[in-house]
């Protein structure tokens, strides 16, 4: 069985500093890079694709609500035309500086509020879909499984990328539990490793966040666990 192991990186110059993200990156096979609407610059953008490359890891676009104050985890109610046009611009400006870098865009990963949004909201989904058929040649979108804008981007031909996630509660319908909520982000590296062997049979990519509490050691974790249980981890595009 082959699987991705990803991680939203980009999105703080302490963690990259501290050497944080950079562990991560010789951990993972994919990086939802940031594209600085709801953290992040385009400094740190260059710095992350370019570690990236150099590592052989796949290069995703984190895109999310320009919500930098509530780290786009507060859902915005933006018109469909400015979603679709935020989105295409975010996954323009990462793609021009991972080029740069000798790397490519590879994938499409929505993140926080507008992630868990797409899931059951067809408007909001369908512009998201849009921005990503807006590139010419769309890119694979990942998302939770069962996500309204995984069945759209499926219905007009976009690959899509079904994704779990090793540290984080779910609901008994699937859904993620709200940060807010006591126990959704799990930080027991045993525990994010059992559940990301769960998760394997249902999903091709598992993501570990690089701002739970010891991200690097729940990635290892997790890597550990999946190749443990006869899985090869390669990148999304591979």
């Known amino acids: 069985m082959r699987i991705d192991l990803n991680a939203d990186l980009g999105e703080s110059w302490p963690r990259w500093e501290s050497g944080e993200d950079v562990a991560l990156l010789d951990i993972v096979t994919s990086a939802n890079v940031c594209c600085g609407a709801y953290a992040g610059d385009a400094e740190l953008m260059q710095a992350t694709c370019e570690a990236a490359v150099a590592r052989g890891v796949a290069i995703g676009a984190q895109v999310g609500y320009p919500d930098r104050g509530n780290f786009g985890r507060l859902h915005l109610d933006m018109p469909s035309d400015e979603l679709t046009g935020e989105v295409l611009s975010q996954i323009l400006l990462l793609d021009g500086i991972a080029r740069a870098a000798g790397g490519v865009v590879s994938y499409v990963k929505p993140h926080g509020a507008l992630y868990n949004r797409i899931v059951d909201d067809d408007v909001q989904a369908q512009a998201v879909v849009d921005a990503v058929q807006g590139l010419g040649t769309p890119l694979p979108l990942l998302g939770l499984p069962g996500s309204v804008s995984l069945s759209i981007a499926e219905a007009c031909g976009i690959p899509v990328i079904r994704e779990g996630f090793a540290d984080r509660a779910y609901t008994s319908d699937g859904r993620l539990v ?61």
């Open 178 to 238: 709200p940060r807010s909520e006591p126990g959704a982000v799990l930080d027991d590296p045993e525990a994010v490793a059992a559940q990301a062997v769960r998760l394997m049979d249902s999903v091709s990519s598992v993501c570990v966040h690089s701002d739970s509490p010891g991200a690097v050691d729940l990635a290892r974790a997790v890597r550990t666990a999946l190749e443990a249980h006869g899985a090869e981890l390669t990148s999304v595009i591979a």
